[in-house]
């Protein structure tokens, strides 16, 4: 009886070593870190973002939309219509994105990614300038259809299944609203040249008579 309880406890010891060591092998920790990271994604609501800051280098754009529900580009000197298929895009990307692998949790490597603390970034708030997400914006992936992102305070660095770059790169001056078509104003010379002459259209046709003179005396 003694042997049979003994066996069982030796049993349960080794059971519980082996889990012990399953649980701590690196790849399972890296396993279990990917998919916390891919986990914990926020999920957006393009309704619900009300501001938009891009970062890239030394300049800032700032989006933000009207209580009317169109988005103004935000610059020193007030407030300016923005490119509206532009921002909409942007949108579409922000909400759309999904993790897709986890790179490292290392910090000695961020820079390699260019993902350290001078990293181009993404912040989208929402109302109230609630701050929905945070990222920080690195290196395209491998395939140039993907980035390397990190979020604002964590060590997980994923690539996400869109393209950023391009649009924190683009300038203040592009997120602006084109400018609607003009109609040139005609010149005073077209404006004579269009106008019918009264003298051929609006008068009476001209008559004309033909009187034949008697011979002069021979």
């Known amino acids: 009886m003694m042997r049979a309880a ?79 298929d532009l921002v909409h895009r942007l949108l579409r990307d922000i909400t759309a994105m999904r993790p897709q692998q986890l790179i490292t949790t290392n910090p000695n490597n961020f820079n390699r990614f260019r993902l350290g603390s001078e990293a181009d970034r993404l912040t989208v708030q929402g109302d109230g300038d609630t701050p929905l997400l945070d990222l920080l914006v690195g290196k395209p992936g491998t395939d140039l259809i993907s980035t390397t992102v990190r979020r604002r305070g964590m060590n997980q660095v994923v690539t996400v299944d869109r393209s950023l770059g391009w649009q924190l790169g683009r300038t203040a001056k592009s997120w602006r609203a084109p400018k609607p078509p003009t109609t040139p104003k005609p010149r005073l010379s077209d404006v004579g040249a269009a106008q019918p002459r009264s003298d051929m259209h609006n008068s009476a046709p001209a008559t004309v008579s033909l009187y034949q003179q008697p011979n002069a005396p021979g």
């Not at 070593?17 to 609501?45: V, Y």
């Not at 580009?73 to 300016?80: I, K, M, R, T």
């Open 6 to 84: 003994l066996a069982v406890i030796v049993i349960i010891i080794v059971a519980t070593g082996l889990a012990w060591h399953q649980d701590h092998r690196p790849e399972h920790r890296a396993t279990m870190q990917a998919t916390q990271a891919l986990s914990n994604w926020p999920t957006l609501n393009p309704d619900e973002i009300t501001a938009i800051t891009l970062r890239y280098g030394d300049s800032t754009v700032r989006l933000r939309k009207a209580a009317s529900g169109s988005w103004q580009l935000v610059d020193p000197y007030g407030q300016v219509a923005a490119n509206t």
